[in-house]
Protein backbone atom coordinates (compact mmCIF):
# COMPACT_ATOMS: atom_id res chain seq x y z
CA UNK A 1 0.00 0.00 0.00
CA UNK A 2 1.53 3.25 -1.39
CA UNK A 3 -0.88 5.44 0.11
CA UNK A 4 0.84 8.72 2.21
CA UNK A 5 -0.18 8.26 6.06
CA UNK A 6 -0.67 11.60 6.08
CA UNK A 7 -3.41 11.16 4.03
CA UNK A 8 -4.46 8.44 5.58
CA UNK A 9 -4.64 10.19 9.16
CA UNK A 10 -6.15 14.06 7.82
CA UNK A 11 -4.60 16.18 10.35
CA UNK A 12 -7.07 19.25 8.94
CA UNK A 13 -11.12 17.94 9.49
CA UNK A 14 -12.92 20.83 9.22
CA UNK A 15 -13.68 20.06 13.45
CA UNK A 16 -12.00 22.75 14.29
CA UNK A 17 -12.65 25.81 12.14
CA UNK A 18 -10.74 28.44 15.01
CA UNK A 19 -7.57 27.98 17.28
CA UNK A 20 -7.42 28.30 20.55
CA UNK A 21 -5.89 26.35 23.69
CA UNK A 22 -7.15 25.16 26.95
CA UNK A 23 -5.67 23.43 29.83
CA UNK A 24 -7.29 20.87 31.84
CA UNK A 25 -6.44 18.65 34.89
CA UNK A 26 -7.79 15.18 35.09
CA UNK A 27 -7.11 13.12 38.43
CA UNK A 28 -6.97 9.32 36.61
CA UNK A 29 -5.22 6.59 38.18
CA UNK A 30 -4.08 8.48 41.17
CA UNK A 31 -2.52 10.84 39.24
CA UNK A 32 -2.92 14.71 38.45
CA UNK A 33 -2.23 15.44 34.95
CA UNK A 34 -2.65 18.35 32.98
CA UNK A 35 -2.88 18.60 29.40
CA UNK A 36 -2.51 21.36 27.34
CA UNK A 37 -4.63 21.07 24.11
CA UNK A 38 -4.35 23.25 21.16
CA UNK A 39 -7.55 23.15 19.17
CA UNK A 40 -6.63 24.11 15.52
CA UNK A 41 -7.57 22.55 11.88
CA UNK A 42 -3.83 21.02 11.70
CA UNK A 43 -4.12 19.09 15.27
CA UNK A 44 -7.92 17.73 14.25
CA UNK A 45 -8.78 15.03 16.64
CA UNK A 46 -5.47 14.82 17.83
CA UNK A 47 -5.93 17.99 19.60
CA UNK A 48 -8.48 16.20 22.11
CA UNK A 49 -8.41 14.63 25.01
CA UNK A 50 -11.16 11.85 24.36
CA UNK A 51 -13.32 10.07 26.77
CA UNK A 52 -12.15 6.49 25.70
CA UNK A 53 -8.31 7.50 27.25
CA UNK A 54 -10.01 8.97 30.62
CA UNK A 55 -11.87 5.21 30.85
CA UNK A 56 -8.61 3.35 29.72
CA UNK A 57 -6.44 5.18 32.56
CA UNK A 58 -9.36 4.29 34.33
CA UNK A 59 -9.50 0.78 33.91
CA UNK A 60 -5.44 0.21 34.93
CA UNK A 61 -6.76 1.45 38.29
CA UNK A 62 -9.47 -0.70 38.45
CA UNK A 63 -7.61 -3.92 37.44
CA UNK A 64 -4.61 -2.61 39.73
CA UNK A 65 -2.59 -3.09 36.48
CA UNK A 66 1.35 -2.78 37.52
CA UNK A 67 2.97 -0.84 35.21
CA UNK A 68 6.22 -0.43 37.40
CA UNK A 69 8.80 -0.94 35.05
CA UNK A 70 7.03 -2.23 31.98
CA UNK A 71 7.77 -1.58 28.73
CA UNK A 72 4.62 0.52 26.82
CA UNK A 73 4.09 1.57 23.74
CA UNK A 74 1.31 4.46 22.86
CA UNK A 75 -0.38 4.23 19.49
CA UNK A 76 -1.88 7.46 18.49
CA UNK A 77 -1.13 9.47 21.38
CA UNK A 78 -2.57 12.43 20.29
CA UNK A 79 -2.13 14.80 23.76
CA UNK A 80 -0.12 11.95 25.28
CA UNK A 81 -2.48 11.37 28.54
CA UNK A 82 -2.15 7.34 28.29
CA UNK A 83 0.96 7.47 27.65
CA UNK A 84 1.92 9.78 30.37
CA UNK A 85 -0.32 8.05 33.39
CA UNK A 86 1.95 4.98 32.13
CA UNK A 87 5.44 6.50 32.58
CA UNK A 88 3.78 8.33 36.03
CA UNK A 89 3.05 4.86 37.16
CA UNK A 90 6.77 3.52 36.32
CA UNK A 91 6.49 2.16 32.94
CA UNK A 92 9.31 2.51 30.26
CA UNK A 93 6.77 4.62 28.19
CA UNK A 94 7.47 5.59 23.74
CA UNK A 95 4.34 7.81 22.45
CA UNK A 96 4.09 7.72 19.16
CA UNK A 97 1.92 9.55 16.66
CA UNK A 98 2.40 10.90 13.15
CA UNK A 99 4.87 14.13 12.94
CA UNK A 100 1.75 16.91 13.29
CA UNK A 101 1.04 15.62 16.83
CA UNK A 102 4.76 15.37 18.59
CA UNK A 103 4.76 19.43 19.97
CA UNK A 104 1.60 19.14 21.40
CA UNK A 105 2.98 15.16 22.81
CA UNK A 106 6.57 16.99 23.28
CA UNK A 107 4.59 19.83 25.90
CA UNK A 108 2.36 17.84 27.21
CA UNK A 109 5.13 15.19 28.80
CA UNK A 110 7.02 18.16 29.73
CA UNK A 111 4.44 19.72 32.08
CA UNK A 112 3.60 16.76 33.76
CA UNK A 113 7.48 15.47 34.73
CA UNK A 114 7.12 14.83 38.51
CA UNK A 115 9.07 17.04 41.00
CA UNK A 116 10.73 13.96 42.24
CA UNK A 117 11.75 12.97 38.68
CA UNK A 118 10.03 9.79 36.50
CA UNK A 119 9.81 6.76 38.37
CA UNK A 120 11.48 4.96 35.49
CA UNK A 121 12.47 7.47 32.91
CA UNK A 122 10.96 10.09 30.62
CA UNK A 123 8.60 8.98 27.73
CA UNK A 124 10.35 9.17 25.04
CA UNK A 125 8.01 11.18 21.32
CA UNK A 126 8.87 9.24 18.24
CA UNK A 127 7.12 9.50 14.66
CA UNK A 128 5.00 5.79 13.60
CA UNK A 129 3.03 5.75 10.56
CA UNK A 130 0.75 2.58 10.72
CA UNK A 131 1.82 -0.03 7.97
CA UNK A 132 4.78 2.04 7.03
CA UNK A 133 7.40 2.11 9.29
CA UNK A 134 6.58 0.23 12.12
CA UNK A 135 10.04 -2.02 11.29
CA UNK A 136 11.88 0.56 12.71
CA UNK A 137 10.58 -0.14 16.66
CA UNK A 138 11.35 -3.07 18.66
CA UNK A 139 8.71 -5.68 18.97
CA UNK A 140 9.97 -6.75 22.65
CA UNK A 141 7.05 -4.80 24.35
CA UNK A 142 4.87 -5.77 27.82
CA UNK A 143 1.37 -3.81 26.61
CA UNK A 144 0.74 -1.65 23.14
CA UNK A 145 -1.80 0.55 24.08
CA UNK A 146 -4.62 3.16 21.81
CA UNK A 147 -7.79 4.95 22.83
CA UNK A 148 -10.41 6.05 20.02
CA UNK A 149 -7.82 5.19 17.63
CA UNK A 150 -10.57 2.92 15.37
CA UNK A 151 -12.65 5.33 13.39
CA UNK A 152 -10.73 5.38 10.21
CA UNK A 153 -11.84 2.03 8.11
CA UNK A 154 -8.99 2.66 5.49
CA UNK A 155 -6.38 2.49 8.41
CA UNK A 156 -7.66 -0.90 9.79
CA UNK A 157 -5.36 -3.26 7.67
CA UNK A 158 -2.20 -0.69 8.45
CA UNK A 159 -2.88 -0.55 12.15
CA UNK A 160 -3.48 -4.60 12.14
CA UNK A 161 0.23 -4.75 10.71
CA UNK A 162 1.51 -2.42 12.70
CA UNK A 163 0.19 -4.51 15.79
CA UNK A 164 1.29 -7.28 14.90
CA UNK A 165 4.96 -6.29 15.09
CA UNK A 166 4.92 -4.80 18.05
CA UNK A 167 3.41 -7.87 19.56
CA UNK A 168 5.76 -10.80 18.37
CA UNK A 169 7.24 -11.04 21.54
CA UNK A 170 4.19 -11.26 23.69
CA UNK A 171 2.85 -8.04 24.45
CA UNK A 172 -0.54 -7.36 25.76
CA UNK A 173 -2.63 -4.93 23.61
CA UNK A 174 -5.06 -2.87 25.40
CA UNK A 175 -8.05 -0.65 22.95
CA UNK A 176 -10.31 1.69 24.05
CA UNK A 177 -13.07 3.00 21.62
CA UNK A 178 -16.09 4.85 20.83
CA UNK A 179 -18.30 2.80 19.48
CA UNK A 180 -19.19 4.46 16.42
CA UNK A 181 -21.26 2.43 13.96
CA UNK A 182 -20.58 5.40 10.99
CA UNK A 183 -17.03 4.57 11.58
CA UNK A 184 -16.98 1.08 12.02
CA UNK A 185 -15.61 0.34 15.39
CA UNK A 186 -17.54 -2.71 15.82
CA UNK A 187 -16.44 -3.98 12.42
CA UNK A 188 -12.35 -3.89 14.11
CA UNK A 189 -13.18 -5.31 16.90
CA UNK A 190 -15.96 -8.16 15.09
CA UNK A 191 -13.56 -8.90 11.81
CA UNK A 192 -10.09 -7.12 11.96
CA UNK A 193 -8.24 -7.78 14.83
CA UNK A 194 -9.72 -11.24 14.91
CA UNK A 195 -7.64 -12.32 12.17
CA UNK A 196 -4.61 -12.11 14.43
CA UNK A 197 -5.29 -12.06 18.19
CA UNK A 198 -7.52 -13.32 20.74
CA UNK A 199 -9.77 -10.60 21.14
CA UNK A 200 -11.66 -10.44 24.71
CA UNK A 201 -13.92 -7.21 25.67
CA UNK A 202 -12.53 -6.50 29.06
CA UNK A 203 -15.25 -3.34 29.93
CA UNK A 204 -18.18 -1.99 28.39
CA UNK A 205 -20.18 1.25 29.33
CA UNK A 206 -23.19 1.77 27.76
CA UNK A 207 -23.35 4.89 29.07
CA UNK A 208 -20.29 6.55 27.56
CA UNK A 209 -20.81 4.02 24.53
CA UNK A 210 -16.65 2.84 25.12
CA UNK A 211 -15.49 -0.26 25.43
CA UNK A 212 -11.84 -1.59 26.41
CA UNK A 213 -10.47 -4.83 24.74
CA UNK A 214 -7.53 -6.90 25.51
CA UNK A 215 -6.02 -8.71 22.58
CA UNK A 216 -3.10 -10.83 22.42
CA UNK A 217 -1.34 -12.55 19.46
CA UNK A 218 -2.43 -15.87 18.23
Known sequence: MNEDPEH?????DGLFEETFSADNT????GQN??????????????ASVWDSALHLCQFFEKVSLDLSGMRVIELGGGTGLVGIVAARLGAHV?????????????????ANAPLSGWPSDAPAVLP????????????????????????????????LDTLV??????????LASTMRREHGTQDF????????????????????????????LR
Open 165 to 174: HLSKDGAVVY
Open 189 to 216: YDSVLPQMFKVELVQRDPESNINIYKAT
Open 8 to 12: LFPAD
Open 94 to 110: TITDLPFALSQIERNVD
Open 26 to 29: YRVS
Open 33 to 46: ITIHQYYCANLGVA
Open 128 to 159: LSWGHDQNRFSSSWDFVLGADIIYLPETFPLL
